[in-house]
């Protein structure tokens, strides 16, 4: 299992967004998701993020906008239901970029995307979020039907956090999207130690 660590508007605001992700790196994190819904993008901030963390060997996902992580360089995207498809995803970013899709609590979605050349799979959310209250909810048994049933990896999302981190030991998930777990109640590093601690 791995850390793939979010940011958010709440916790990484815009001035606070370069130091978290470096911290976040610095803490062991080599996959982070920017996601921000606030508009325009600074894309010379993202351009310095995604050159800082190609220096530390680390991956930077862009959400929802493939044309975004295209121009600020960054490793790929990840799409939701209204973000557009994989295909043009893919058309927009080359073949070796990666393209995450959210499948909610979807095997069939899952599937599908699988089979349109998703890098990986995000289902969730698994327990009640806070940063996304209205979520989808998504049983501990799909991840592991998901598990079964794809050869690409699989994500698993939605208020997850150091008290319930554990209870997804046995479902072989191969990514643990995390979100405001990463910035509460502690500082970076100690958050992230206390996740991986739990598995």
């Excluded at 600074?42 to 996902?61: F, M, P, V």
């Amino acid at each position: 299992m791995k850390i793939y660590a979010l940011s958010d508007d709440v916790f990484t605001p815009r001035n606070k967004l370069f130091d978290s992700i470096s911290q976040l790196i610095n803490a062991g994190v080599d996959l982070i998701q920017y996601r921000s819904k606030i508009i325009p993008h600074d894309t010379q901030l993202l351009k310095n993020i995604c050159k800082y963390a190609r220096s530390r060997g680390a991956t930077i996902i862009i959400n929802d906008d493939a044309i975004l992580a295209k121009q600020v360089g960054a490793n790929g995207v990840h799409i939701g239901k209204n973000d557009g498809s994989l295909t043009q995803a893919r058309q927009i970013l080359g073949k070796n970029a990666i393209v995450g899709v959210s499948c909610y609590d979807s095997l069939d979605l899952a599937i599908e995307a699988e089979n349109y050349g998703a890098s990986y799979a995000a289902f969730g959310a698994l327990f009640t979020s806070s940063t996304k209250p209205n979520a989808t909810k998504c049983d501990l048994s799909v991840i592991k039907a998901a598990k079964q049933r794809l050869s690409i990896p699989v994500c698993a999302i939605g208020g997850i956090n150091a008290s319930n981190i554990a209870m997804l030991q046995n479902t072989g998930v191969d990514l643990i999207a995390v979100v405001r777990a990463c910035y509460e109640p502690f500082s970076i590093k100690e958050n992230i130690k206390a996740l991986k601690a739990k598995f």
